[in-house]
Each structure stands twice: as C-alpha cells, then as structure tokens.
C-alpha cells in the first residue's frame, strides 16, 4: 500500500469515527425526546446502534480486501452492502427525529408556553367556577328563607349543613364552611406553590435546554395531574348541591356542583413523541452521517490480484 493509500485510509477512518460519534449523539437525543427522558434505555439503544454499524463496516472492509475467489466475495459484499441499507433504514427514527426538534425550536417554544399557560388557565378556571358555584348556592339558600316546602332530599342537606332559616346562617355557612376552603387560605397556599412551580417551568421553556426538553414536558404533565386532583378533592369537599326554586318548593338535586379540570396531555409532549417523516433537513443530515460512517469502506483499497484456474482441457481461465 502506498503512502498515499495509507494517508487517505487514515482520513477516511477519521471521518466514519466522527460519522459514528454524530449516529451515537443523534440516535441518543431522539430516543430520549421519544420516551420522555428515559436516559438509560436511550444510551443502551444508542450504543446498540454504534455496534452493529460498526460490525457492518468492518466486514465490509474486510471482504473488499479479500484476493481469492473474487466473484464469491463480490457476493457477499453486495449482500453486506444491502444488509447495511436496510440497518441504516431501520434506524432512521432517532437521528430523523433528533434533527426534526432541532429545527422546530420555535414550534416547540410555543407548545411549551402554551402548557404553562394551560396549568394557569386551570386555576383561573376553578376560582371563576367555585365563585359561581357559591353565587347559586347562596341565591338558592335565599330562596329557602321564603319558600314554603322543603324537598326530602334539600331538608337532609339543611340538617347536615347545620343551616337554619336565617341570613346569618346562610352567610356563616358560606363563609366558614366554603368560601374559606375553597378561595381563600386553604387554597392560596397551593396557589402560590403552583405560581412558582409555573413560573420555573416558564423559565425551562426560555432557556431552551435540549437535554431539559423531555423532563419540562413529563414535569408539566405531572403538575398538571397533581393540580386537577387536588382541584377536584377540594371542590368535592364543599359539597355545594345544584338547587332549584319551582314555585315555592326548594329541591335539590342528588349530584353537587364539583370543577371538572382538563387533564389533557401537554401539547410539548405530544410533539416530542412524534416523529416528523417529512423532514428534509433530517434526511440530509442522516445520509451525509451514513455517507461519513462509509468512507471507510469506500476508500479501502481492493486487491489488484486475479485469480487464475488452469483446466486440462481449455488451458488458463482467468
């Protein structure tokens, strides 16, 4: 081999060493964007991948320096070559997806804005539910000073409630018993744990941490779960009845009146869980990576030699 055989073998071998580094980091970020953070299965995934491309290349380095029987290990090369494509094929997901999030940083922005804004919008929702939630109480309680019948149902809850035919009752019960719990210390305190925890997700989405991306997007699904549960159990807890006024009878019906949250998944981890096949970008990006793991094998030196075979009968074949 010559020096300069040697030297572009040399280079050719610097450049699937980079071509496999870039497979192990791309291969790695998609599948940590796919499964939301899960880092030991994307490493074990992405070290799978780097050793069988490696695997590959070295037999088809290998069989292109072989110097007998020529036309069997052209076989074997072309099948090689072939198994290699469809391994490359098969893998595309990872790389394909990693480049995708890269270039939709806007889109993926936004979504995570949007989620922050979800979880405030949440809070939002259940104070403007729970006021109103008490406003009918409260009108049906009033109707209950001057209403002549009582349903069965409605007298159970009275006595229950422990309200009397008074105002005083009626604002004592209100106050003490549900606008208290349900708008006022009690649940500040988990309003502002809430403000800081949305306003540090906010901070996430800014800073656009690539390695963060899957941990803000679990993180806002679980705060929102968390926020509905805690909603809803606070609001079962006031028991507030749907009442109504026919006539001069106060009925009641048998469900209450209890905030009903989205739990809806995050619009950012729903993105990252797809995998945009349409990406030009990453297309490009995967066939420059395969054709830099190849360079090996493309600039290795084939054998010059022939292989002869001598027959009694028709003399030398080549």
Not at 208 to 232: C, D, H, I, N
Request: hydrophobic share 45%.
């Amino acid at each position: 081999m010559s020096v300069s055989e040697k030297g572009s073998n040399w280079l050719a071998n610097s450049f699937s060493v980079v071509g496999f580094c870039l497979l192990a980091v791309a291969t790695f970020f998609g599948h940590f964007y796919l499964s939301l953070g899960a880092l030991s299965g994307s490493i074990l995934w992405s070290a799978l991948i780097v050793a069988v491309g490696l695997l590959l290349l070295y037999l088809l380095v290998v069989v292109k320096q072989k110097d007998t029987d020529l036309r069997r290990w052209h076989v074997v090369e072309g099948v090689l070559l072939g198994v290699y494509v469809i391994f490359a094929v098969l893998t595309v997901k990872g790389p394909l997806h990693f480049v995708s999030v890269l270039t939709a940083k806007t889109e993926l922005q936004q979504a995570g804005r949007e989620d922050v804004s979800a979880l405030q919008r949440m809070m939002a929702d259940y104070e403007q539910f729970e006021r109103e939630a008490i406003d009918r109480t409260y009108m049906g309680l009033m109707g209950y000073l001057h209403c002549q019948s009582v349903s069965p149902e409605a007298e159970a809850w009275l006595g229950r409630m422990n309200i009397a035919r008074s105002e005083e009752s009626i604002e004592r019960f209100l106050d003490k018993t549900q606008r208290e719990p349900l708008l006022g210390k009690s649940y500040a305190g988990m309003k502002q744990t809430w403000d800081e925890q949305t306003r540090w997700l906010g901070g996430v989405v800014e800073s656009w941490s690539l390695f963060r991306l899957p941990y803000f997007a679990t993180e806002v699904s679980q705060t929102g779960e968390q926020m509905a549960k805690a909603l809803k159990e606070l609001s079962e807890s006031a028991q507030l009845p749907v009442m109504s006024l026919e006539g001069s009878r106060l009925d009641m019906d048998e469900t209450n009146q209890v905030f009903q949250p989205s739990t809806a998944e995050g619009q950012l981890a729903q993105k990252l869980q797809t995998v945009h096949y349409g990406c030009v970008w990453g297309w490009i990006a995967w066939f420059v990576l395969h054709l830099l793991i190849l360079l090996s094998y493309i600039l290795t030196h084939r054998s010059d030699r022939v292989s002869i075979k001598f027959t009694p009968d028709s003399g030398t074949v080549l």
